[in-house]
């Protein structure tokens, strides 16, 4: 349905209505919206979204729980791994035809001209916008809404492709999930001969695992719990240490490349740099909500590096989406309907999940 809405210099612009699940305010449960999108500009593409995956920054921002950082504009439409088909596209658009299969991540939005952009790094241009609650340059709404809806508008440059031989369900957690861990293995270099750890067999942990293993490493898991051990290695790991066993962690101390952070809770960091050989590297994926302390000496001695890595480039995350097509590799998921959403989060919360919650957005309509 059409309606109009004027953006912000007073021009009208046409819109239709689409149904979605939104937050009206941080304590209320998510419930049936509606929402205007923009009718496709010269280089939009429309897609209709077929499924969506839940990721922690969908609760922290529906809930406004990084209100510190980023407010919380409500209605809030959480949903920024989305995989969906092409309805719509606007005339000077030439990457994307009606019917393809693609993919919108955390972005929306970017300048395309400024240094980080030229450098494939949209993630981090002054005028990126993320797939929701960020200013919507278009007018159309005060904020950008996400991916629990039943349609979605974004610039050409911010489309992706999905590999076809991929299950669409599994496949839109790699939107997010797939990104954050991709990215930092790609750069430190992971490949046959590295040994390789990963911190945390969770929604990013599993990920991580199944990519490093992909790659060629030799893949350890660490872990707080012995029950994820069968698990761990049916991902690809190559051994998992307990991390509460100090005579697992012995045998593993000086002898990691890398070493890959997934935990979002507090804890020890100096017991990883310990792990790293010489020229190791830490990096944070995780955001733990307090300060970690380190001790600088566990990064002086060994010329070792602790950095953090935040989602990836538009080209870099095509390239992750390639890369899962060529090895087959998706999200472990559990589907489910759109109703069951607020149910989800509360499981999310207490890690009942393996390992990711996908939304069936067929079940909007109904």
């Known amino acids: 349905m059409l309606a109009d809405s004027s953006d912000l210099t007073g021009r009208e612009k046409p819109v239709f209505q689409a149904k979605a699940f939104a937050a009206a305010n941080p304590t209320a449960e998510l419930a049936e919206a509606v929402i205007p999108r923009r009718t496709p500009t010269d280089r939009d593409v429309q897609i209709e979204i077929l499924y969506c995956g839940i990721c922690h920054s969908d609760l922290h921002t529906a809930r406004d729980e990084w209100k510190s950082v980023m407010p919380t504009v409500y209605p809030c439409v959480p949903g920024h791994e989305i995989v969906g088909k092409v309805t719509k596209i606007g005339p000077a658009v030439t990457k994307f035809q009606v019917g393809d299969t693609v993919g919108v991540g955390c972005l929306v939005a970017a300048d ?67 990104i954050t861990t991709y990215s930092p293995l790609k750069r430190q270099g992971v490949g046959p001969g590295k040994k390789v750890g990963i911190v945390g067999l969770g929604g990013l942990g599993h990920m991580g695992v199944k990519l490093a293993h992909a790659m060629g490493a030799h893949v350890v898991v660490f872990s707080t719990s012995p029950s994820k051990r069968d698990d761990a290695l049916r991902l690809g790991a190559d051994e998992v240490v307990i991390t509460k066993n100090p005579e697992e962690l012995a045998r593993h101390m000086g002898t990691f490349d890398m070493i890959l952070d997934c935990v979002s809770a507090e804890h020890d960091l100096n017991i990883f740099l310990a792990l790293l050989r010489t020229g190791g590297n830490l990096t944070m994926v995780g955001a733990p909500e307090k300060p970690l302390p380190i001790g600088i000496f566990g990064l002086l001695f060994g010329n070792k590096t602790l950095s953090g890595s935040m989602i990836g480039g538009i080209a870099e995350t095509q390239e992750m989406l390639d890369f899962c097509g060529k090895h087959g590799i998706t999200a472990d998921v559990e589907v489910i309907p759109m109703q069951h959403v607020n149910q989800a989060y509360e499981r999310m919360l207490k890690s009942d999940v393996k390992y990711r919650f996908t939304i069936d957005m067929a079940s909007l309509k109904a």
Not at 117 to 124: A, D, P
Not at 125 to 130: G, I, N, R, T, V
Not at 149 to 178: F, H, K, Y
């Open 112 to 178: 395309h001209t400024c240094p980080t952009c030229q450098h494939g790094q949209e993630q981090f241009c002054a005028h990126a916008a993320f797939t929701y609650n960020a200013p919507d340059k278009h007018g159309t709404a005060p904020v950008t809404y996400g991916g629990y809806s039943e349609a979605i508008v974004v610039e050409e440059e911010m489309v992706l492709r999905i590999p076809g031989n991929l299950d669409l369900a599994g496949a839109a957690p790699l939107l997010c999930a797939g």
